[in-house]
Nanobody, 123 residues
């Protein structure tokens, strides 16, 4: 079982930046593609970004392309989401998740989930 813990959420003004971190337990972190998802009140959970197990491939939801960057450090069992040029519509609970053997954009493909961290972007 993979344990995931997000951190780095908080309140930021529109146009600002925030970096989320996700710490993974165990020695098998590098076996998993790692994704970020978010869920705003009254909305479905949506894909944000994913990075392959080796970090060479990434995918982003269209609305965050050019603003968000996903990265990972397998030596530290960490994955990050650098969020720039934040908008009020980015306000949501952000979750990191681990997927085995794939780099999917759909949440059902992910096997393990963190508890989430709140990101609030004010205007």
């Amino acid at each position: 079982q993979v344990q995931l813990v997000e951190s780095g959420g908080g309140l930021v003004q529109a146009g600002g930046s925030l970096r989320l971190s996700c710490a993974a337990s165990g020695r098998t972190f590098s076996r998993y593609a790692m994704g970020w998802f978010r869920q705003a009140p009254g909305k479905e959970r949506e894909f944000v970004a994913v990075i392959s197990r080796g970090g060479s491939n990434t995918r982003y939801e269209d609305s965050v392309k050019g603003r968000f960057v996903i990265s990972r450090d397998n030596a530290k069992n960490m994955v990050y989401l650098q969020m720039n040029s934040l908008k009020p519509d980015d306000t949501a609970v952000y979750y990191c998740a681990a997927a085995v053997g794939v780099i999917p954009t759909n949440s059902p493909a992910y096997d393990y989930w963190g508890q989430g961290t709140q990101v609030t972007v004010s205007s």
